[in-house]
């Protein structure tokens, strides 16, 4: 079974920082793009960040300068590091992965179970 087991939420202090982290694991044989995104109380959910295998990414304009999207292909692992957080960040982030199982013959989206942020003023 295929899961992304999502890290490093907290409870931090505007203008602070946090890593976020996501592993996959599972009977996976390619990992193609992965993401992260997220969800405020209320609201929709919105995409943070994305980056492809090649490590080519993208920001949304509201993070840009303080989040940066990075990925370690050997550990099947993405990261998004979160600095100089606002109180808007707080949300419920998620990452993504669109990933190719072993057996299988298309690739297919999945999600981590989400992880609190909370920023403080």
């Known amino acids: 079974q295929v899961q992304l087991v999502e890290s490093g939420g907290g409870l931090v202090q505007a203008g602070g920082s946090l890593r976020l982290s996501c592993a996959v694991a599972g009977p996976v044989f390619r990992t193609n793009a992965m993401g992260w995104y997220r969800q405020a109380p209320g609201k929709q959910r919105e995409l943070v960040a994305t980056?492809?295998?090649?490590?080519?990414?993208n920001v949304v304009d509201s993070v840009k300068g303080r989040f940066t999207i990075s990925r370690d292909n050997a550990k099947n692992t993405v990261y998004l590091q979160m600095n100089s957080l606002k109180p808007e960040d707080t949300a419920v982030y998620y990452c993504?992965?669109?990933?190719?199982?072993?057996?299988?013959?298309?690739?297919?989206?999945?999600w981590g179970q989400g992880t609190q942020v909370t920023v403080s003023s």
């Open positions: 980056i492809t295998r090649g490590g080519e990414t």
């Open positions: 993504t992965a669109d990933l190719l199982r072993w057996g299988s013959y298309s690739p297919s989206d999945y």
